[in-house]
């Protein structure tokens, strides 16, 4: 079982920068791949970011040169690096994880979520 903790959302202005940060407590039993989500109200939940552990990563278009997801295995976190921040990206950003060494960001995959960090940017 593993559980995640995100935590770094707040409130910035247009332009501004934020970094999340994802604790995640448990055991990984074998390959996983780590990611970022984002959701609206009246929106579906959508991917941001993932890592897998071999560090391949993957972005979606929207965010693509904005963001940057790492990881730490030794200390089992997840970071997300968030600049150029727009109005659009207002949302609450999920941690997710689920097993299988391949990177990607569908939503139905990911087994185990955190439960949100609010990202508020204002124009």
């Known amino acids: 079982q593993v559980q995640l903790v995100e935590s770094g959302g707040g409130s910035v202005q247009a332009g501004g920068s934020l970094r999340l940060s994802c604790a995640a407590f448990?055991?990984?039993?074998?390959?996983?791949?780590m990611g970022w989500f984002r959701q609206t109200l009246g929106q579906e939940r959508e991917g941001v970011g993932a890592?897998?552990?071999?560090?391949?990563?993957t972005y979606a278009d929207s965010v693509k040169g904005r963001i940057t997801i790492s990881q730490d295995n030794a200390k089992n976190t997840l970071e997300l690096q968030m600049s150029s921040l727009k109005p659009e990206d207002t949302a609450m950003y999920y941690c997710a994880v689920r097993y299988g060494g391949y990177v990607g960001l569908r939503v139905p995959e990911f087994g185990y979520w955190g439960q949100g960090t609010q990202v508020t940017v204002s124009s």
């Open positions: 448990g055991y990984f039993y074998g390959s996983h791949c």
């Open positions: 890592i897998a552990d071999d560090g391949r990563t």
